[in-house]
């Protein structure tokens, strides 16, 4: 057996134990790895619910000229991606919180709100920082199974949630399960958290059910509950962002978010992540763009385009209405400076909502 060196059982005698006693995150495998272990050279990256698609075009351009700017510091608080988040989402650019991956807020949640022995409720099986953190922060963490149709056990919930908690957990659609919450099973489970209770719903597969007609539109339900609550969503997944780590929360109140801002690192979200997050917002309106190999792209805004792009002209802005038969929704707009592609997104968004009335 191999002798413990003196300077690893000081490193053993000074950690907390609650460090010492966690188990580790599986973050599986990279292809690199695979391909050096294995020697293959296809790889199926079916493991980690990446995009098989990637990043759009759209962020592709955004990252192209990031190499001058590299020797200078992020916007700290990214403002820019906090606002258009707001816009998305029509909450208040106060309520948002951007995170290196949603986990990272996860992270901040439990070093802002979990002293040792406080109660955290969560999903079996579940994401495993949803107990993991809580863990590393001293808590005692209840889990709460899935039934034997593998489904949510709304009974089970009910009798976790008789005891007081500190913060009650889980994703909906659930990882890695896939089941998911409609509508009223969500508004029973809520209504059965402890008031004095922070909610964290994980909603990091939003876009994948968002349009089904049963899937609960928390950001509507949320505020009926007078109760502190925040959702976690993510650009890793349907964004195709894994890489570049970009996570966000939409809060109940900026207090919450004031209080999150004061144990992330500063500059948590590099100037990649955060023009790439930018870039990606067209994707984020459920418009239907096409796949370009050039320096423009064609969607469908969902009106008639000339509107749209009269409406556009208004914020200086200049795009192509299509006029073919057919076609008379679409509108191509090309790819421009970075200021100019925030400035197209920005008031596309206004004229959006301004037509939507």
Known sequence: ??????????????????????????????????RNRYGVTEIARLASNENPLGASPLVQQALSDLAQHSGIYPDPNSQALRAEIAALTGIAPQQVVIGNGSENILEMLCLAFINPGDRVVTLLPSFGLHEIYPRMMGAEVTLVAVNQALEFDLAAWRRALQRPAKMVVFSNPSNPVGCMLGRDDFLQLIAAVPQDCLLVIDEAYYEYCANQADYPDS?????????????????SKAYGLAGLRVGYGLACDAELVALLDRVRTPFNINRAAQNAALAAALRAQGLQVAPSSANFLFFDCGYPSVQIAEALLAHGIIVKPWREAGYQ?????S??????NRRFLHALRQVLAEAAR
């Open 1 to 34: 057996m191999q002798a413990i060196s003196s300077a690893a059982q000081a490193v053993r005698r000074l950690a907390r134990q609650q460090a010492s006693s966690l188990g580790a995150y599986n973050a599986g495998l990279s292809s690199e790895a695979v």
């Open 219 to 235: 950001l509507a339900l949320l505020p009926l509950q007078d109760r502190p609550w925040i959702v976690l969503r993510t650009c």
């Open 329 to 333: 929704r679409f509108i191509r707009v």
């Open 335 to 340: 790819i421009g400076s970075a200021a100019d």
